[in-house]
């Protein structure tokens, strides 16, 4: 029988969780939700993202997008300034003084995202309020605004990603009634992942499709009791609970990683929308078998391996799934900041039974299980990676996880990589040393 390992109760507490759960409640080690904004603003292709932040903002972005000197990103910040500060400036004309000179410098933007950080937070700065004001106002035509917050305090890096999607879906259209059904995946993907996924489902005959978030926000799909939401990241709470607010209907496969996931969340797809099933065979097959042979490759390197994840993602249940299941990793411990079991109950029921899972944290009991078990690898948060590095271990940055494209069959080579490397560069270190 499984048991529930917490602070505040006896060992013996009985769970339906398929593997032990540790409840962390202590000092976190997360990165600022602002960063959610480098691969958004990637996507989004005409939007804007303006951060009301201060220095340490900006400087956070810079480094985090690694902005060369001639490059001009469509993401900014308006630097909170000590007479904001004061109450020596209203922040609100300030706010629209920059909001006109960045639709005077890019008159190809469509929308702008007021964007709430620590100092915006810490002051109570209204964004919302601010953007229904510009909005209402018409003073830039053609441009929408919108507004979330991005702030460290309340989120980690993923949720930011979250509440700007969750921002989107109040403002989508409603679908008129008797519309066709259609299929909405929510949650950015890599535009070449998009792509792919996009051809599948048009080969499977499910044509009518929306990706949120999309490429251009003039495009905005239409959402209600006709539309079937597939997610494809599992940190999208809030959007999936405004979806489901708003008519749709969610189904809950594993998430598309590997290819006993890719699999399990297009037959999700399929089943819905009707499709037979020796069709979705021959459609998915191609695919499926490029996918196996590339974690056959790997499994080679990372076969018997332990692997020990911090919370950081969110997406850590469903790569311990993938990684123990399809390359033979050894998870030992799987940590995630929030353990949303719904949305992962296909993958919690795929874990190893003899892995902690812990949701949550508590950075120095974490550190202390981790030097006990010496895993191989760790997968954690940069601000943990050098110091563990330090001290011998190898690590991979779990923000890597989200930038990269990972999600489907031609990706799940990739993945694996990304594993691999780590390992390969701690036994090059270990030779040198030798």
């Not at 700065?125 to 601010?130: F, H, Q």
């Not at 079937?228 to 959007?239: C, F, G, M, S, W």
């Not at 890719?262 to 797809?269: E, F, H, I, Q, S």
């Not at 065979?281 to 332990?306: F, V």
Request: negative net charge; glycine residues 6%.
């Amino acid at each position: 029988m499984t048991t529930v390992l917490d602070r505040t109760t006896s060992p013996a507490t009985p769970s339906t969780s398929p593997a032990p759960l540790l409840r962390e409640r202590g000092q976190r080690e997360v990165f600022c939700g602002l960063t959610s904004i480098i691969w958004l603003h990637r996507k989004l292709q005409d939007a804007f993202f303006l951060i009301v932040g201060s220095r340490t903002c900006a400087h956070l972005m810079q480094s985090a997008a690694g902005v060369m000197i001639f490059a001009e990103p469509r993401f900014a910040t308006a630097i909170i300034e000590d007479r904001d500060l004061a109450g020596m400036a209203d922040l609100h004309d300030e706010l629209d003084r920059i909001v006109a000179r960045v639709v005077a410098r890019r008159p190809e933007i469509r929308m702008i995202v007021l964007v709430g950080s620590c100092p915006s937070e810490v002051i109570k700065l209204d964004l919302s309020k601010a953007a229904e004001r510009l909005q209402a106002r018409g003073q830039h035509a053609g441009v929408r605004f919108l507004t979330y917050t991005g702030s460290g305090i309340e989120t980690t890096f993923t949720e930011g990603e979250d509440r700007f999607l969750a921002s989107l879906v109040t403002a989508l259209p409603a679908q008129e009634q008797n519309a066709k059904p259609r299929l909405l995946v929510a949650g950015c993907l890599a535009d070449v992942v998009e792509d792919q996924f996009r051809r599948i489902f048009t080969a499977l005959g499910i044509e009518q499709v929306d990706f949120l978030p999309m490429r251009e926000s003039t495009v905005m799909p239409s959402v209600g009791p006709s539309t079937t939401v597939l997610l494809a990241q599992p940190y999208l709470t809030e959007t999936a609970r405004l979806l489901q607010s708003r008519g749709c209907q969610l189904l809950h496969p594993l998430f598309p990683l590997g290819e006993e996931g890719t699999t399990a969340w297009l037959r999700a797809a399929a089943d819905a929308f009707g499709v037979d099933p020796g069709r979705f065979e021959a459609i998915t097959r191609p695919g499926r078998d490029r996918a196996r042979i590339a974690m056959t490759r790997a499994r080679s390197e990372l076969e018997g391996k332990s692997l020990f994840l911090f919370p950081d993602s969110q997406l850590e249940p469903a790569l311990a799934r993938v990684l123990s299941r399809e390359a033979g990793m050894v998870p030992i411990e799987v940590g995630t900041p929030f353990l949303n079991r719904q949305h992962l109950s296909a993958e919690l029921a795929l874990l190893p039974s003899d892995i902690t899972l812990s949701e949550g944290q508590d950075v120095d009991s974490q550190l202390d299980r981790l030097r006990d078990a010496a895993p191989d690898l760790t997968v954690c948060g940069m601000g943990l990676a050098n110091p563990l590095e330090a001290e011998g271990f190898a690590t991979k940055w779990s923000i890597e996880l989200v930038f990269t494209p990972i999600q489907g069959y031609d990706q799940a080579g990739d993945l694996a990589e990304l594993f691999m490397r780590p390992l390969r560069r701690r036994a090059l270190l270990q030779t040198g040393r030798a």
